[in-house]
Each structure stands twice: as structure tokens, then as C-alpha cells.
């Protein structure tokens, strides 16, 4: 009997100690209670903002892997992330990869992205998740034979070059 007392004590004990640690793993806000809702959402009343002109900050932080670059790897990754209810992009992941060279920038890019403004509910922040294509693509010059008439006639239509220049 006495065994059973221990037993249901120490279970006791550790049911008060396990709820406590599940607890603790929660956030405490700007009020200190605890904040422990971790939902993500997918459809909100206002879905996040980038602050600014997104394609144009990916543009200015995009670096082409050479590797890629190099064996003309092509093509869209798929990044999903949550931005925070902070505004802050976490959990960021390749949803759909091309190559691990252009993987791997499309994850250090978004892992740097600055904080957005974030998706809410009923006037509240919530965490949302995002999806976005992220299009790697080399363009290379490529040059076209012309005759000579017709390359004379090509820089006079687009008004470069005057014809007795040549």
C-alpha cells in the first residue's frame, strides 16, 4: 500500500512538473500574461505587407549562385515562411527547389528579409503563413547574324546612328 502512495505521489509530482515546463514554453506579452496561441493562419482580414517594394529589395539582395550561373541553372523556388505577429519572417523553407545552389539563396534571403507588417484578424496581429515564387533566370545577350543592308537599315528604324556616319 505504501508503495502505491509513493508511486501515485511521485506521478502527481511529475504530471505538476510537466505541466508546468508546458507552461513556461509559451510567450509571456506586453501585459505578462501568458501568450501561448501559436496558430497560423492562411486567410485573414488583412494579410501581411512587405514595407516597400518587395521584388525591388529581392532584386538588391539576390546574389546568382556561380555554380549556376556557371552551368546555366534556371528556374522558381518556392519559399513558404510565417510572418510574425511582430512583423518578423520565421520558419523560413524551400517548399519546391530547383537546384541546392539556388535553394540555398533563396533561403538566405529570406531569412534576412526585414519585418514586414503583419497579417491581422478582427484588428489583431497574427501569424500568417506566406508562400513565394522566387524566379532565378539567366539572360544572355545573343547576337544575330545580320546583313549588312539590313543592319544599316536596323540603326537607321532605331534612329542610333546616322546612315552617313557609317
Known amino acids: 500500500m505504501k508503495m502505491i502512495k509513493l508511486i501515485s505521489k511521485t506521478c502527481y509530482k511529475l504530471y505538476v512538473v510537466l505541466f508546468c515546463c508546458i507552461l513556461n514554453t509559451g510567450v509571456l506579452n506586453a501585459s505578462n500574461r501568458l501568450d501561448v496561441d501559436t496558430t497560423v493562419y ?8 512587405f514595407k516597400g517594394d518587395m521584388t525591388q529589395w529581392i532584386g538588391e539582395n539576390v546574389q546568382y549562385p556561380q555554380v549556376a550561373w556557371d ?29 541546392e545552389s539556388l535553394d540555398a539563396e533563396a533561403l538566405r534571403v529570406f531569412n534576412k528579409m526585414p519585418a514586414w507588417k503583419p497579417a491581422k484578424i478582427n484588428g489583431e496581429n497574427v501569424r500568417y503563413r506566406f508562400t513565394c ?20 537599315a536596323m540603326l537607321e528604324r532605331e534612329g542610333k546612328i546616322p546612315l ?3
Not at 528556374?75 to 517548399?95: C, L, T, W
Open 42 to 49: 492562411v486567410v485573414a482580414d488583412e494579410g501581411p505587407k
Open 133 to 152: 515564387p522566387l524566379m532565378f533566370n539567366i539572360e544572355r545577350a545573343v547576337a544575330e547574324p545580320y546583313l549588312y543592308d539590313e543592319f544599316i
Open 164 to 166: 552617313e556616319n557609317i
Open 71 to 99: 552551368n546555366g541553372i534556371m528556374g522558381k523556388v518556392i519559399v513558404a515562411f510565417i510572418v510574425e505577429k511582430d512583423g518578423k519572417v520565421s520558419n523560413v523553407q524551400v517548399v519546391r527547389g530547383v537546384h
